[in-house]
């Protein structure tokens, strides 16, 4: 099952349009405030209401700082800035069936490590996936889903295959080994590896747990 071809980008691609505000996160600061967002989250303890006037506030400033790109599924149930706590401004969100990558999500998360200085990019899946579950149930009976959700199935498919259909955990471990596989996409992504390179950006991976609210950094 082949992969989509994304177009090289230009090397040269900008960097920030203006400098960051001095307290700024890098990649571990970012990390360490969506880490102590989702505990805020899963102790009943939100600082952030998604107010109007958050949002009016946050217009006001006229320029964006976001401290992280976060690559999620579509589910219903994994409100992205309600998981990690963040208000209006503080990240960037793409959503895609089991966050597969396409053109579209990869050139988002380009622009927003090159024009918005974004120095982390963390991509998310979840316990009990239904693209997941798809993905084994094609590979038992052999079929593939109509249309473009056939897309989603082979994307994820090779996650399946290493942890094996028969696997009597398949099903948590292929969330598990989708996300390697997609972060280790996108580090090998051109303009992300050169950021990688230097410093300025770090890609990780996670899983959110839709029982308990909490999110599980992946190695």
Do not use: K
Request: charge should be negative; charged fraction near 15%; glycine fraction near 12%.
């Amino acid at each position: 099952m082949s992969s989509p071809s994304f177009p090289m980008p230009d090397s040269r691609a900008p960097r920030p349009s203006g400098p960051p505000p001095p307290d700024h996160p890098g990649p571990a600061e970012a990390l360490a405030e969506l880490l102590a967002g989702n505990r805020r989250f899963v102790t009943g303890r939100p600082r952030h209401g998604h107010d109007v006037s958050a949002a009016a506030a946050s217009a006001a400033l006229g320029e964006q700082h976001p401290i992280a790109f976060v690559l999620g599924c579509i589910d219903s149930r994994v409100p992205l800035e309600a998981i990690f706590d963040q208000n209006f401004g503080s990240i960037c969100v793409g959503r895609s069936g089991a966050q597969v990558l396409d053109q579209a999500i990869v050139g988002s998360i380009e622009f927003a490590v090159g024009a918005l200085g974004v120095p982390l990019v963390i991509v998310l899946g979840h316990e009990r996936c239904g693209a997941v579950a798809s993905t084994i149930s094609a590979q038992r009976t052999g079929s593939r889903p109509a249309g473009s959700i056939g897309y989603l199935v082979e994307q994820i498919a090779p996650a399946v295959t290493e942890v094996g259909v028969g696997h009597p955990d398949v099903q948590p471990l292929a969330v598990r080994a989708h996300v390697r596989r997609t972060v280790q996409r996108l580090r090998q992504v051109e303009l992300l590896a050169a950021a990688l390179a230097d410093g300025r950006i770090d890609v990780t991976g996670g899983v959110y747990d839709l029982g308990n609210g909490q999110v599980e950094l992946l190695n």
